[in-house]
């Protein structure tokens, strides 16, 4: 089955920026999404088709999908940012996969 | 405005089924599938599958094959999933979310807390 692998936890001081990464086996051949979560809450979609952000999504998120990994990224990372991420990926055959998760934590 | 509400919470003996609802409003339900994702406490989300809320067709995760049943009443705008032989590490919130393909999970119900316990 097909896998994606995230770091367990990413530290960002306020104002820099985070990247958080997703590796798969040539996941540039998927289109990824990437998901926030606040403890207790259900997730929000923050990206998708890999650098698309929904409508109410902050300029500051954006995406990347190249070789082996996709890439969030948070420029100017707020302390409201602090949340879990998740990517996923998504082809016709694989149909839906979420990454192993990230815990961002704002210093 | 796009909305997905879940029934409540359910608590199960192990063995049991357990049948969690979704109904969607503010949008044409046949429009979108409606996906099936899970959460065991302190846990990562887990896909569980979908179902094509037009067609009615499905697609489940390997490791929920033959234990899930994913079906829609196009009449009431609502989805069901169905979770058959439950075991302890069923325990988990499930949630819904419309999605179609690439463009992601944009709208996700509230979760409901399935609990198995004996």
């Known amino acids: 089955s097909y896998e994606l692998t995230q770091p367990p936890s990413v530290s960002v001081s306020p104002g820099q920026t985070a990247s958080i990464t997703c590796s798969g086996d040539?996941?540039?051949?998927?289109?990824t999404c990437w998901y926030q979560q606040k403890p207790g809450q259900s997730p929000v979609l923050v990206i998708y088709q890999d650098s698309m952000r929904p409508s109410g999504i902050p300029e500051r998120f954006s995406g990347s999908n190249s070789g082996n990994t996709a890439t969030l990224t948070i420029s100017g990372t707020q302390a409201m940012d602090e949340a879990d991420y998740y990517c996923q990926a998504w082809d016709s055959r694989t149909l839906y996969v979420f990454g192993t998760g990230t815990k961002v934590t704002v210093l | 405005q796009v909305q997905l509400v879940q029934s409540g919470a359910e608590v199960k003996k192990p063995g049991a089924s357990v049948k969690v609802s979704c109904k969607a409003s503010?949008?044409?339900?046949?429009?979108?599938?409606i996906h099936w994702v899970r959460q065991a406490p302190g846990q990562g989300l887990e896909w569980m599958g979908r179902i094509n809320t037009n067609s009615g067709g499905t697609n489940y995760a390997q490791n929920f094959q033959g234990r899930v049943t994913m079906t829609r009443d196009t009449s009431i705008s609502t989805a069901y999933l169905e979770l058959s032989r439950l075991r302890s590490d069923d325990t988990a919130v499930y949630y819904c979310a419309r999605g179609y393909d690439s463009r992601g999970l944009d709208y996700w119900g509230q979760g409901t807390l399935v609990t198995v316990s004996s």
């Open positions: 040539k996941l540039e051949n998927k289109y």
């Open positions: 503010g949008y044409t339900f046949t429009g979108y599938y």
